[in-house]
């Protein structure tokens, strides 16, 4: 004879237990990162507040802008208070980034070679209660470095986004959530997102992201079109669409930046 008390007891208490193979739930707040895709797959559907997360990245400025802007631009939105940005390897161009939600008025840049420095001035904004989010570029930190700066975050309730190099991609980490990201090999146009650690089970396939937003894509196609059609008024037939693709002028989102196509912009 069974004991209803007990089966009742256990049922109750494996509804509430978090499973390995099942994609957790959040256990604190949010921000969508404002790709669909990648919503789906984040524990509560977003970029966890009060937590770190660590973006490994095949260069200090690749892919930032277009993995990070539409949160950053949420954030700003919601708490009113300034992104400050913590070793970044280019000066942002304002322009381009207002154009995509996020006022220059809003961001707060922090200059430091020194490792030492940027630690302390990541640690000192998190702790600021005005401060929206932190964005740091911290390739020589140590995982007790991290840990502090984790810890931070979470008593403040802060965005925070480490980015270092993928080399450390097999280091042992306090970041909530990383995330590898690194253009496709096999179509140059998307972003593939690694996911390395979630509270969850291991990604199957890398998330796909369209290197370059729809604004941007639209923009360049116009910009494409426009050629053609001045060198048919020159008399001049266009040698096909992908040499036509490749004059098309860029305009880097980080001055003096190089090549990268997630930092195309457009002032509005």
């Known amino acids: 004879m069974g004991l209803p008390f007990l089966d009742s007891f256990s049922a109750a208490a494996g509804r509430g237990v978090w499973h390995a193979d099942e994609l957790g739930l959040a256990d604190a ?22 937590a770190m997360t660590e973006l490994l990245l095949p260069a200090p400025e690749a892919h930032v802008w277009r993995l990070l802007l539409p949160a950053l631009a949420q954030a700003v939105a919601t708490r009113g208070g300034p992104v400050v940005l913590i070793g970044a390897p280019y000066e942002p161009c304002g322009a381009s980034l207002a154009a995509q939600g996020l006022p220059v008025e809003a961001l707060m840049l922090v200059r430091s070679e020194a490792p030492a420095a940027r630690l302390w001035a990541c640690e000192q904004a998190l702790r600021c209660a005005d401060v929206s989010a932190v964005v740091a570029w911290l390739p020589q930190a140590r995982v007790g470095e991290l840990r502090r700066l984790q810890l931070a975050a979470a008593q403040h309730e802060v965005l925070l986004f480490v980015c270092r190099p993928e080399s450390v991609a097999l280091s042992a980490s306090p970041a909530r959530l990383r995330i590898q990201a690194d253009r496709s090999e096999a179509d140059v146009s998307q972003i593939e997102l690694h996911i390395l650690k979630r509270r969850g089970p291991p990604l199957a396939a890398p998330v796909m992201l369209p290197a370059r937003n729809e604004r941007m894509t639209a923009l360049l196609a116009a910009a494409r079109l426009r050629r053609k059609l001045r060198l048919q008024q020159q008399g001049v037939a266009p040698a096909g669409e992908p040499a036509a693709s490749a004059t098309v002028v860029r305009i880097d989102a980080w001055k003096g930046g190089p090549d990268a196509l997630d930092r195309l912009a457009v002032v509005a």
Do not use: M, N, S
């Not at 707040?29 to 009060?50: K, M, N, S, Y």
């Open 29 to 50: 707040q949010v921000v969508a990162t404002g790709h669909a895709a990648l919503d789906a797959e984040l524990p509560g559907g977003g970029w966890p507040v009060g």
